[in-house]
């Protein structure tokens, strides 16, 4: 493993550099996947240490993208780990007591635990002289969520913003991932912090408000799932950006909104695909997590068609949504972005209570949504919307049975400024 390891990083003539990193991805109680993107070569090995047990750890796999430049982003599996320990990340090293960049700590064998995670989409950033006037003071926000507690981050769209030139190439796509996190510090800390957890939506997928027929969709999801470590299903006929993840008594299901969706005005069209969401539906059947959350770029179960929403696509969003009812798939609650503003909006669907929790920006500025038409919605649970930059917060607590659900939404200062506590019985059929 190690002589592979070092016929990857021997890609030129450079002494071997970080460029950013280390992210975590996938966490389970037994493994994790690591992230480090870097240039030149080496025998630098990346390895994990376990403190408590002055043991070692290397990689049971890797997978990597390369660049015209030579720049490696890899992702590491790890294995054979132990339930509720703490491992520290290590890079370049030359032996035990190195510097650690990061760390994280693995899930217990527990069924039910007391844990919280971040959420959050539409996360504008620009590199170089435009980076003086835009986002400005916005990427503070990645400091206060760093200090948040939380055991880790869902990302829900938007997580990056292509512009034309970096959306024409394989390269401008990859490259330019590279370049947000090397330059803005706050948000390549954050990213080191806390695992993370991402779907995608039209800005890091393509051109604005893309679908299917993006002519370089592939590249875009070759780049996607090689700059952001999560598990995803294997083989051909799981092509697209989506998985799912378990975590304790909640179990997340990451949907791709783009790969397969029909072109805007065709109502019978696609929208998550057909292969997608026999999927999506197989794995809601068998999940026996008392939370089942569905993360989607765009908003579900409001009818509102500003923007873009699963409402325009009507034949899949309510056969989907009939399929949830129809097999009393209690708690299910969705997770999407999109919009520049967040609120809770919760829905009856033939006798079954549907939430939908929108999060929405980070750093891109919010939208004069009176103005756009973009307020009205009936089934936003009133006093839940906060059009200023924020993100959200998801915790859980209480017995097995009686767990309760806070959702919370902090401003860019890291103040609270909405909060609702649902309890699990409050998410079955009456």
């Not at 072109?263 to 292969?275: A, N, R, V």
């Not at 939404?409 to 609702?420: F, P, T």
């Amino acid at each position: 493993m190690l002589l592979f390891l070092a016929a990857i990083i021997s890609v030129s003539a450079q002494k071997a550099k970080l460029i950013t990193g280390p992210i975590v991805g996938s966490v389970t109680k037994n493994s994790a996947k690591v992230w480090i993107a870097y240039q030149g070569k080496g025998q630098n090995v990346l390895i994990l240490g376990d403190t408590a047990e002055k043991r070692i750890y290397y990689p049971t796999n890797l997978s990597y993208i390369t660049n015209k430049k030579g720049d490696v982003a890899l992702t590491m599996d790890f294995t054979g780990l132990k339930p509720d320990h703490r491992y520290n990340i290590l890079v370049s090293i030359d032996g035990w007591g190195a510097n650690a960049k990061s760390s994280f700590k693995t899930q217990s064998d527990t069924a039910v635990k007391d844990f919280s995670f971040l959420l959050g989409s539409c996360a504008l950033m620009m590199p170089g002289v435009a980076r003086a006037v835009f986002p400005g003071g916005a990427t503070w926000i990645f400091r206060r969520m760093k200090k948040k507690q939380n055991d880790f981050m869902v990302w829900l769209g938007d997580d990056v913003y292509y512009w034309k030139k970096s959306y024409s190439s394989y390269d401008g796509m990859l490259n330019y991932n590279l370049r947000l996190r090397k330059t803005f510090k706050k948000y390549r800390d954050f990213l080191s912090s806390t695992p993370q957890y991402a779907i995608w939506d039209d800005h890091d997928y393509g051109p604005d408000n893309s679908d299917k027929r993006f002519v370089l969709k592939d590249s875009s999801l070759e780049v996607f799932k090689g700059v952001w470590p999560n598990t995803y299903p294997e083989g051909e006929q799981f092509k697209g950006n989506y998985f799912n993840f378990r975590y304790y008594d909640a179990e997340f299901f990451m949907t791709d909104d783009r790969y397969y969706r029909a072109p805007d005005g065709d109502s019978l069209g696609d929208f998550l695909g057909e292969t997608q969401l026999v999927w999506l539906k197989n794995k809601l059947l068998m999940s026996d997590a008392a939370f089942k959350f569905i993360a989607v770029g765009s908003q579900v179960i409001n009818d509102n068609h500003f923007g873009e929403s699963y409402a325009e696509y009507p034949r899949e969003r309510n056969d989907l949504l009939d399929f949830i009812s129809k097999n009393n798939i209690r708690g299910v609650i969705f997770l999407t972005g999109d919009k520049h503003y967040s609120e809770l909006s919760k829905r009856d669907w033939n006798g079954y209570p549907l939430y939908d929790f929108t999060c929405s920006p980070l750093t891109t500025p919010p939208l004069p949504r009176r103005l756009l038409g973009a307020y009205h919605n009936q089934h936003r649970v009133k006093g839940t919307d906060y059009a200023k930059r924020n993100f959200g917060k998801i915790s859980f607590s209480g017995d097995k049975g009686n767990r309760n659900m806070k959702i919370e939404i902090y401003g860019r200062s890291g103040h609270k400024r909405k909060e609702v506590v649902l309890n699990e019985k409050e998410m079955m059929r009456k």
